[in-house]
């Protein structure tokens, strides 16, 4: 009778815990709800903790992951799913990874999940972030690859914003792949490729007139042959 009694306790007590939960998992659905219609970002961001704990779901730790890099809070998001690459990421998740890990400037951990990108689904613009964090980590011969891949299929249509500035701008896409071969250029030889690079540079300018960066990285360019110059000089002398 004493054991009867005590399952029928345990019975009763999972009983009542699910209908607890149930109930919560209701009450912050509607609050996730009530949040998203007011674009309440940090309580839709508790929402869906609160969620993950009570009921939890790999595709909305995803989402979760993806809310806090878009709010620029990189540390979180990789916090939430982690930076190790799993054969079951989803898009989302593989994207969340290689874009708060180049944020948090770890270019060795972002570019497999930006590899993983361009395998799923090839374009000019994941191929511009492999060229940049390749020539980050001066990989010369990767950069390029991906910087003739980029060259090739870049449409007129693409775009590349710059921030460097106090007001962003816009270049073609096409125009940013020529910088980054001016700077991988460079990079493979930094004494004899110094023209080289800046004939490419005059070229890119020509292809987007508004191209700031071109004449900034060409002034330093310039400057630094004057330099070497003037020490072959003094090496005479």
């Known amino acids: 009778m004493k054991r009867l009694l005590g399952l029928m306790i345990l019975v009763s007590s999972f009983t009542m815990n699910a209908q607890s939960n149930d109930a919560l998992i209701a009450h912050y659905q509607a609050y996730y709800k009530q949040m998203k219609q007011q674009g309440d970002i940090q309580g839709i961001i508790n929402a869906m903790t609160h969620l993950n704990v009570l009921s939890p779901s790999e595709a909305r730790k995803d989402t979760l992951a993806y809310i806090y890099m878009d709010q620029g809070m990189n540390n979180q998001a990789i916090n939430t799913i982690g930076y190790e690459m799993k054969v079951d990421d989803s898009d989302i998740a593989i994207q969340v990874k290689a874009l708060a890990l180049k944020a948090l400037k770890q270019p060795k951990l972002a570019i497999p ?65 020529m910088y980054l071969n001016a700077i991988n250029t460079f990079s493979k030889d930094k004494k004899a490729n110094i023209d080289a690079a800046v004939d490419i540079l005059d070229a890119t300018l020509k292809e987007a007139p508004n191209f700031k960066m071109i004449q900034v990285t060409k002034n330093e360019l310039l400057r630094q042959k004057q330099i070497l110059q003037a020490q072959a000089e003094q090496s005479k002398n």
Do not use: C, W
Request: proline fraction near 6%; aromatic fraction near 14%; charged fraction near 25%.
């Open 113 to 177: 999940f930006f590899e993983q990108m361009f395998k799923r689904e090839p374009n000019p613009l994941v191929a511009y972030e492999l060229a940049e964090l390749n020539i980050q980590l001066q990989n010369a011969t990767e950069a390029e690859k991906h910087i003739n891949y980029g060259l090739v299929n870049s449409k007129a249509d693409m775009k590349k914003a710059f921030f460097e500035s106090q007001s962003p701008y816009e270049v073609p896409l096409k125009a940013a792949f």
